[in-house]
């Protein structure tokens, strides 16, 4: 019996001191040629990585004025990385890009950035289900636009989509966020903002060629844009989750929003 005592007291020391299987954040830094520089991103691997085979991927978007260390403040997010085994990538979408590939400055090619030289480069470099049933893009606020944005215009790309308080409609808000400085004044040009404006981008989609959650706060300024999408998706018969509850644009609200998303992202790739 003295024997056995000792076993449990060795093993016990030995769990105690053992690092415990956690989800990894790494900081990695990428290469955009349509932009000739260095962007860097931040990536949630879960605690399997190292012993699994392919993973699906979500990318979270940031909002306007944050950068690719906005996400990284959620704690939920290691959490959701090891219990839905999947890969989050939070990319810099530069501080207003708007995730364009700006007609006004050929600097700015963020859509070119996201959708395809990192969405390769992740793909080249992990273990990742490199087809878009194995790929997610969400985002808040800019990056709610963003997401919706890449997601309808490159669906062999992405298989589902989701915005958190989204500017999904940003004609009525001519003078904010820079966006003038991506499309050039809505008073020049405003086939620019009619034309990349997420709400004017609905014949873009047939019904189930893309799974889509929407979320948006009933005090937030982008909640009545929302609402105006909710149902130009119901005309078009496009399914789609829509959630709408208590709450205004900020963080408070999308450390709630983002647990829903990530788990219709799940649903989404177990179903494929």
Not at 80 to 104: N, Q, R, T
């Amino acid at each position: 019996m003295k024997y056995f005592y000792r076993f449990f007291i060795l093993s016990s020391i030995i769990l105690l001191f053992q690092p415990a299987l956690a989800a990894r954040v790494d900081t990695v830094e990428t290469f955009s040629t349509a932009m000739n520089k260095k962007i860097k991103a931040v990536m949630i691997f879960p605690e399997d990585y190292s012993v699994g085979k392919e993973f699906p991927v979500v990318y979270l978007l940031h909002g306007h004025g944050n950068d690719y260390r906005a996400w990284s403040k959620v704690p939920f997010l290691t959490e959701a990385a090891d219990k839905y085994h999947m890969i989050l990538v939070c990319p810099d979408g530069g501080y207003s890009s708007w995730y364009f590939d700006s007609p006004e400055n050929s600097k700015w090619k963020y859509e070119t950035y996201v959708s395809d030289e990192l969405v390769k480069w992740v793909d080249k470099n992990y273990k990742t289900r490199k087809s878009r049933e194995g790929r997610a893009i969400t985002g808040l606020s800019m990056g709610g636009h963003g997401a919706l944005y890449l997601a309808f215009r490159h669906q062999d790309v992405f298989g589902a989509a989701g915005s958190m308080s989204g500017g999904v409609d940003f004609r009525p808000f001519p003078n904010n966020w820079d966006i003038a400085a991506r499309l050039g004044r809505y008073s020049e040009y405003p086939e620019r903002w009619e034309q990349n404006t997420v709400i004017n981008m609905l014949h873009l989609l047939t019904p189930g060629s893309l799974s889509l959650i929407i979320d948006c706060g009933t005090e937030d300024f982008f909640y009545k844009v929302n609402e105006n999408l909710h149902s130009k998706l119901i005309d078009r018969n496009i399914p789609h989750d829509y959630i709408t509850r208590q709450g205004a644009h900020n963080w408070s609200y999308w450390n709630n929003s983002v647990k829903y998303q990530l788990l219709f992202m799940n649903e989404f790739f177990s179903r494929k």
